[in-house]
């Protein structure tokens, strides 16, 4: 901006910066450098008691002195007054103003120095850390204190990504719930995986002495025949899973039709529009919701063939199976599942032909549904089905009444009915556990002889294993459910023998199919030998045998030794012949022997090499 001629001789010459003092180039208060320099060139004026600010760059302290802390002087003349800048003439609040935006701004200068300081010292100290344990590993082979801009910025970045993999890690999976953090995967792999389901499944002591039929589950189940499977599905025992395994995993020649939206699949016989499998997942719930032994026994035949006429049925073998629970922990999933608002309302219990009356069955609840209800309101209940749930729904109820509890005392029909459930329990053609999966999968697949695609998962983490209860609740539920206590005592001491008398009879077939294979090779290299011999010592085949008797002599007792041979190879059993009748055929034959002698040590080092090679 050009100043007046007379603005300009009165100012006089410019002012020139002092020296060593750095050259300014504009006001740091905003203003033009003519209103700093008329303000500087007054002493007496307001302008010039305002204190040169600090240089660009460089901040206010906290004890720095206000930015107008003089007061206001009056100039001496009206000359003087008339050239006093603009900026002099402010108001004090507004300059007051002015001061305190220039303290937070210094405020906020040195928060962001001190952080950005802070980041540097610590990036150092970090870098010298990581700098003394790179040395202590590589040794002279790497000297991170050495390193150029680039190395240090590769670290920083390798450092960061560690950082934030481990946040990452801790929102994803906290605790040690998390499959990544736990070091089973590292190692060695178990001998036998059905063993990892339960500790001490190898110190198993038996408690009840059942028969080998017991024990023996091996169902002629003929699926392109009229044979059914059926499923008795209890409540919160796993059977959902279970079910799902029968209509999705398994191997058959015409695998179950399962549409994408449906709960419900087609599972036909190959060659027939004839179902196989009577459960929730194939047929529905035809009987009932959840129907017991008690409905089904009386339900399957009727539904199945029900449009038939009584000559014209099949006579058909209906094979039930069933999923069992620990008592407790069932019984908690089941609360659990109440207050999230099941009912079961449409289960019939129907028994002798007719349900259950209001007075026989009362409800425990009044509204739609028990949904929110506590642990000790469910338990008090004395009508609530979930208490020994398990014993009344594999037991005939038909037996004490259905639901009347006039019909016998207490005592005895507690008696009756865990009876009845033993016994049904013991002749299903199956029977599984929730908490031994992968033993269920095979049990199952060695008595119907079929095969799952996918192996059984084992969860141990459920919504009743969540719930946290003290001895006297274990107790408690205990007491409620005593009958199921012992049938669930009963039913893993039997299934478990089942499962070590199957593994038993695997490993004994296992064996005889090696002995019958030892005594084929064994025949054959007896029979290459006595080809190699008769061609060996017989060259001329016009000869006389005759001239030659040690020739006739050990012609003849390879011929015995190959004919023995050929007679323990036909034989149907796969067991070695007793002590008595290896004396006897010696007897019979004494020129085994000598053969045999001859013989031995080939066969011998030809077995060896089998044995070594298998």
Known sequence: MALPACAARALGPPLQPERGAPARTTCPRRHSRVEAELAASRPGSVAASVRVGPPRGVSRGFNSQPLLDEPLKASSSLAGAARAPLFALLLRGRRRRMHDLRRRWDLGSLCR????????????????????????????L?????????????????????????????YVCPGTECQLLRLQAFSSPLPDPYRSEDESSARFVPRYN??????????????????????????????????????????????????????????HRPGKRETWLFSRFSTGWSCGLHADWTELTSCVPAVVDGKRDARLRPSRN?????????????????????????????????????????????????????????????????????????????????????????????????????????????????????????KTQYLFEKTFNMNFISPFTQYNTTRASSVEINEELQKRIEGLNFLDMELYSYAKDLFLQRYQFMRQKEHQEARRKRQEQRKFLKGRFLQTHYQTQSQGQNPNPSQNPSQNPNLNASQSGTQNLFQNLIQNLT????????????????KQNPGQEQSDGNTSNGTHDYIGSVEKWR
């Open 210 to 267: 059942f028969s080998r039929g017991d024990l023996l589950r091996k169902v002629d189940f003929d699926i392109k025949g009229d044979d059914l499977i059926v499923f008795l599905h209890i409540q919160k025992t796993g059977g959902t899973t279970f079910g799902r395994h029968l209509v999705r995993n398994i191997q058959l020649e015409q695998p179950c039709e399962c549409r994408v939206g449906q709960k419900k699949c087609t599972c």
């Open 142 to 170: 790497a000297s991170v204190g050495n390193m150029d801009e680039k190395s240090n910025k590769l670290l920083l970045a390798l450092v960061m990504l560690f950082l934030f993999a481990v946040i990452v890690l801790q």
């Open 113 to 140: 120095a001190l952080l950005t300081r802070g980041l540097a010292a610590l990036g150092h100290s970090l870098k010298h850390v990581l700098g003394a344990i790179f040395s202590k590993i590589f040794g002279p």
């Open 318 to 438: 209906f094979h039930y199976i069933t999923i069992l629970r620990d008592p407790v922990s069932r019984y908690l999933s089941e609360w659990r599942h109440v207050q999230r608002g099941a009912t079961w309302k449409a289960s019939l219990h129907v028994c002798d032909g007719r349900p259950p009356t209001s007075e026989e069955l009362p409800s425990c609840y009044t509204g739609d549904d028990w949904s929110g209800c506590p642990l000790k309101e469910f338990m008090d209940c004395p009508y609530n089905l979930a208490n020994n749930r398990q014993v009344r729904m594999l037991s005939d109820l038909t037996l004490v009444g259905c639901y009347n509890l006039s019909v016998m005392p207490e005592k005895q029909r507690n008696k009756v009915l865990l009876e009845s459930a033993k016994s049904n329990l013991k002749h299903m053609a199956f029977f599984g556990l929730t908490e031994f999966q992968r």
């Open 571 to 586: 034989q149907s059993s796969g067991q070695n012949p007793s002590p008595k009748e290896n004396q006897e055929s010696q």
